[in-house]
């Protein structure tokens, strides 16, 4: 072979490579991003063409893909919509997923490794893809329930199951309906996503799961705990409570609801300040606590943490030590840069309601093929002890005196004996009403539902008179009866 030839042959052998390895980039390497770009038009249709699993709750798909008469051939569409959104999330053209559509979308889609013999199947049949069946944890009756006693007002309800994480009820307010998302009209469905994430409500954003959020008084949970766990106190201990408290290193007095004294005395019983929710009680045992005492049971609980329910939540707040005493004292009772979600708030009540076991919050019962056939099931899982078995005993009496003589009669059901504790926090300048609360489980000697409620800005009542007892026990009430009747 001549010069020349061998140049050429060897010109040609380079330019073979180069397309060998360019398009082996492209099919193994580059294909998920490619895929997975906004710009590329066929995997759109792809996705939109396929027949998407529903979401399903209680045996009734509330969110699903019906036929259309257009290129897209499946439009999503949602079953009582505002109801569930917070849960479903959106399937949309123009502003994509969230919540259980894009944590499941894998198994909604039809794409994930555990469905490979469904896809061959439907290769071998010639059948059109079909995406799986998601089962939720909700139960309908609560979820409902929780949606008409929250009303107009602005807040978030979360019930939980004690024994296995299993969120029984999710509410979120102000809200959307992810059908005005759904729709194959692209201009009507990026006027409606501009004017819901540019609305001051924020009705995209799930507050109980994505907001923060100061506890006030229901923290006094966390608080009661870490003292009771430290051996030196127990539920008949007697604690300061003075009218006033003035924290070390600080001018400014910590007061009680009203201005009044917890006790004649100055000093009441650990359970009794818990009861009527002292203030100037529960600061200064946090002070004697200490910040690390404090934060290291508040993270036992689930804060400084987030988890996946299977979309993503906030992780709550309890900063990291060392704290100013004076900022222990407010820590103590909820206040300053603690910050928690509804959530977590319901799984400090139901890890004390599970005998002391913090369990993985979880939305998602179980996924099933196109042939109903079960294909994923999620178990209970523990997150670990919060507190011990004495401890959640405790703690449990003294919640029962809280909705029996104290601070949240308004959650009292009639015939069951109710665990609870309020909540009035504080926030922005001081001078907004408070935010309200109240968390709490039933039975409370057969735990079956845990509950937390919480209500922006004083709910219907809008002013500083708002409490935790007035405003949202009530709501929690109704939640638990509609799980326990059933």
Not at 133 to 152: K, M, R, S, Y
Not at 261 to 285: M, Y
Not at 347 to 361: F, K
């Amino acid at each position: 072979m001549n010069k020349t030839a061998r140049r050429l042959a060897s010109i040609v052998m380079v330019m073979f490579l180069a397309l060998l390895v360019s398009t082996t980039w492209i099919q193994f390497f580059a294909a998920e991003s490619l895929n997975n770009d906004p710009r590329n038009a066929r995997t759109l249709y792809e996705q939109f063409g396929t027949d998407r699993g529903p979401i399903v709750v209680g045996g009734e798909a509330v969110a699903d893909s019906v036929p259309v008469d257009d290129e897209w051939n499946y439009q999503r569409e949602y079953a009582q919509g505002r109801l569930y959104a917070p849960l479903t999330g959106y399937y949309s053209l123009v502003s994509g997923t969230s919540g259980i559509e894009r944590a499941e979308n894998d198994f909604l889609a039809g794409s994930a490794d555990a469905l490979w013999a469904d896809r061959l199947q439907n290769l071998l049949t010639g059948s059109d893809p079909q995406g799986s069946a998601v089962e939720l944890t909700v139960n309908p009756a609560a979820q409902q329930a929780a949606w008409d006693a929250l009303g107009d007002q602005r807040g978030a309800v979360v019930a939980l199951e004690p024994s296995t994480g299993r969120i029984l009820a999710m509410v979120s307010k102000p809200t959307f309906d992810p059908n005005e998302l759904a729709t194959h009209d692209t201009k009507q469905a990026n006027d409606a996503y501009l004017a819901l994430s540019n609305s001051d409500d924020k009705p995209l954003n799930n507050r109980a799961t994505s907001e923060i959020y100061p506890p006030g008084s229901t923290f006094k949970l966390v608080t009661a705990a870490a003292a009771l766990e430290s051996g030196d106190y127990t539920a008949e201990s007697v604690v300061d409570a003075p009218e006033t408290y003035t924290p070390p290193g600080t001018n400014s007095a910590i007061r009680n609801y009203g201005g009044t004294a917890c006790s004649p005395s100055g000093k009441q019983t650990l359970a009794d300040a818990l009861r009527i929710s002292c203030n100037t009680a529960f600061a200064q045992l946090g002070v004697s606590l200490g910040d690390e005492a404090l934060q290291e049971q508040a993270e036992a609980f689930g804060f400084n943490e987030s988890f996946a329910v299977p979309f993503g939540t906030a992780a709550s707040v309890f900063p990291d030590p060392p704290i100013d005493p004076a900022f222990v004292a407010t820590s103590a009772i909820g206040q300053w840069d603690v910050r928690a979600t509804p959530l977590q708030i319901a799984m400090v009540s139901a890890g004390i309601a599970n005998d002391g076991e913090v369990m993985e919050p979880h939305s998602v019962a179980r996924v099933r093929d196109q042939n109903l056939d079960v294909v994923s099931e999620t178990r209970p899982s523990g997150l670990g002890r919060a507190v011990s078995a004495d401890t959640a005993q405790q703690l449990t009496e003294m919640m029962i005196g809280v909705v029996e003589g104290g601070s949240g009669t308004g959650a009292q059901i009639s015939g069951v004996t109710v665990a609870g504790k309020t909540g009035t926090a504080q926030h922005g300048t001081g001078s907004e009403p408070p935010h309200v609360w109240f968390t709490g489980f039933a039975p409370a000697d057969d735990p079956q539902v845990a509950v937390a409620v919480m209500v922006e800005d004083g709910g219907s009542i809008g002013t500083s008179e708002a409490t935790g007892g007035r405003v949202a026990a009530p709501i929690a009430r109704a939640v638990m009866e509609a799980v326990l009747n059933g």
